[in-house]
């Protein structure tokens, strides 16, 4: 079965850092490019970053409120995307999915920042 | 700051058909944007329905389709249905980066 499942979110002061992960099962994982979505509560759905494969150069680009403080990275050994936060503000607070370049996603994490 | 804009609702009856549009601050939204769409329902994920402007993914039904109109990427659906009664999101790239729509909510009446 093709699947995506996050995990690692929770609540954590601003300032602070989280580390997320997804664990993908089902297809070939190395030559996928990989992304994270965010999705605020009650609010649209936002576009983080993504990596492409390791053949494909395993680049990453992040969208503007992220870059500098998001890094997406992949253990292709372990089937894994992970998402490291770092400098996290309230306006960070989203329902995060991991997904296959966008046509695969997984359920989300809740990562909840506030004080 | 690039924004991509799109309906905030619509209502349709049932089996009618509705085009929904995603346009661009930039500019005439072109193939080269790899125009993108996603529905979702309350309480679930995102699902993808269309990619580069026009390609449905497998499970996609045939009543969606996706073109270029008027300068703006759109997501015709053709015979609504009342399962989809749902948001609608819309992504362009712009270079590496993807930038979603504000989301389309469809009301089925």
């Known amino acids: 079965e093709v699947q995506l499942v996050e995990s690692g979110g929770g609540l954590v002061k601003p300032g602070g850092s989280l580390r997320l992960s997804c664990a993908a099962s089902g297809f070939t994982f190395t030559i996928a490019w990989m992304a994270w979505v965010r999705q605020a509560p009650g609010k649209g759905l936002e576009y983080i970053g993504r990596i492409k494969s390791k053949s494909d150069g395993g680049t990453t680009h992040y969208a503007a409120p992220v870059k500098g403080r998001f890094t997406i990275s992949r253990d292709d050994s372990k089937n894994t995307l992970h998402l490291q936060m770092n400098s996290l503000k309230t306006e960070d607070t989203a329902l995060y999915y991991c997904?296959?370049?966008?046509?695969?996603w997984g359920q989300g994490t809740l990562v909840t920042v506030s004080s | 700051q690039t924004v991509v804009t799109q309906e905030p609702s619509l209502t349709m009856s049932p089996g009618g058909t509705v085009t929904l549009t995603c346009a661009s601050s930039?500019?005439?939204?072109?193939?080269?944007?790899?125009p993108n769409w996603f529905q979702q329902k309350p309480g679930q994920a995102p699902r993808a329905l269309i990619y580069g402007t026009s390609n449905k993914h497998s499970w996609t039904p045939a009543r969606f389709s996706g073109s270029l109109l008027g300068g703006k990427a759109a997501l015709t659906l053709s015979g609504v249905q009342p399962e989809d009664e749902a948001d609608y999101y819309c992504l362009l790239y712009y270079a590496t980066v993807g930038v979603f729509g504000g989301g389309t909510k469809l009301t089925v009446l």
């Open positions: 930039t500019g005439a939204v072109t193939s080269g944007y790899d």
């Open positions: 997904t296959k370049d966008l046509s695969l």
